[in-house]
């Protein structure tokens, strides 16, 4: 087996553990979406169970509620979360906040939370076929690729610019910017090889 053979199973040996690695992510994502979502329903659904114990871990100190923080929220740095500054100029809605305040606020929660990760999930399956094309194409560097990289990159850089805020979504989108430069630049050369063959 030649040089080049060997780093072309080199490759496909590395796409293939990339793809069996963002396979099973995006299974958890998936999983672990269901289950927020399912525990997010359950909690504005229930609220008349829940809130009881809710209220009871708050005035115990197991539960903290301070303006940008509640429960472990804090340690994620979530703001906003403070059952007294929520409204909702539905009398319904209204009425759920203030009968049930932290069982519909954990339950909207659980639900940001399983959107969020569903994004995660879509990211991981986007990354798994970026891994098979690799695997199928012998090379990163092909149109296909490149497009599905830069899409991959451009969604990890909006959800960043949503989730941490400006300065990582930006960071993010440069990222973008340089892995895109350097893959179309892998392109050309690779082209230049393939004529001068």
């Known amino acids: 087996m030649n040089e080049e053979n060997v780093k072309l199973a080199k490759i496909r040996k590395s796409s293939s553990i990339g793809k069996k690695v963002s396979i099973a992510l995006c299974i958890v ?5 269901v289950l927020a979502m ?26 903290s509620s301070s303006g940008n923080s509640i429960g472990s929220v804090k340690l994620v740095n979530i703001q906003g979360i403070d059952p007294s500054d929520w409204h909702s100029d539905i009398p319904a809605m209204q009425k759920a906040l203030d009968e049930h305040p932290y069982s519909i606020i954990y339950g909207i929660y659980l639900i940001m939370i399983s959107l969020a990760i569903a994004v995660a999930a879509v990211m991981m399956k986007l990354l798994s076929s970026v891994f098979s094309m690799i695997e199928k194409e012998n090379t990163p560097f092909t149109d296909r690729v490149i497009r ?11 959800f960043l610019l949503m989730t941490a805020g400006a300065a990582l979504g930006l960071l993010s989108g440069v990222a973008t910017w340089v892995i895109y430069t350097v893959m179309d630049y892998g392109k050309t050369l690779q082209i230049q090889s393939d004529e001068t063959l």
């Open 38 to 63: 399912i525990a997010g329903i359950s909690l504005i659904s229930a609220a008349d169970r829940f809130e009881p114990q809710f209220v009871e871990a708050v005035e115990s100190g197991q539960i």
């Open 29 to 33: 994502c998936t999983v672990g979406c």
């Open 148 to 158: 599905r990289v830069t899409v991959v990159m451009i969604v990890i850089s909006g």
